[in-house]
């Protein structure tokens, strides 16, 4: 099984009088477009999750979009409670395992990405950090478990130049 866990792109600020309700803050213009140039050299390169369970806040359900846009076949989306902020890891893990794919992003928030990526490498906390747009892929034998994982990459938007 291949994992692919994606921090949702650049968006307006925090605590924006635009936004009063965090839920409904989107991606900048920055943001949507840097997604969508991080999924097309990705995708270059084998990146192409059949399923994308991302959280339902816009910001991430955006990043989704962004990158379902460029890759080809376009994934099944599904949006997912359990990855709104502060999630349960379990309950990601039980949904993931029950999906019948071999490559699934999760899309999400920090500190959450975070946390899961550490969690499921056998990391310290702390040990993995995620910048904004930021993915990594995960590998394990078999199904998604706490502990069993194997970092494959982990790229920033900046770091592959987009």
């Given at each position: ?49 059949s399923l994308v369970a ?109």
């Open positions: 099984m291949q994992l692919y866990i994606v921090r949702h792109g650049y968006a307006g600020q925090h605590g924006d009088p635009d936004y009063p309700d965090d839920t409904v803050r989107p991606l900048t213009k920055k943001g949507r477009k840097q997604m969508r140039k991080v999924a097309k050299k990705l995708a270059r390169r084998g990146f192409c999750p991302t959280s339902p806040l816009v910001r991430c359900r955006q990043t989704a979009d962004a990158i379902c846009e460029r890759l080809n076949p376009a994934p099944e989306t599904i949006e997912l409670d359990s990855l709104r902020p502060g999630g349960e890891l379990e309950q990601v893990l039980n949904w993931s395992n029950e999906q019948q794919v071999e490559e699934l992003a999760w899309i999400g928030h920090a500190p959450d990405v975070d946390e899961f990526a550490c969690a499921l490498l056998g990391a310290r906390d702390g040990a993995v950090r995620f910048a904004k747009g930021a993915i990594a892929a995960i590998e394990f034998d078999g199904k998604i478990e706490a502990g069993r994982g194997r970092l494959a990459w982990l790229v920033t938007p900046a770091a592959i130049g987009s």
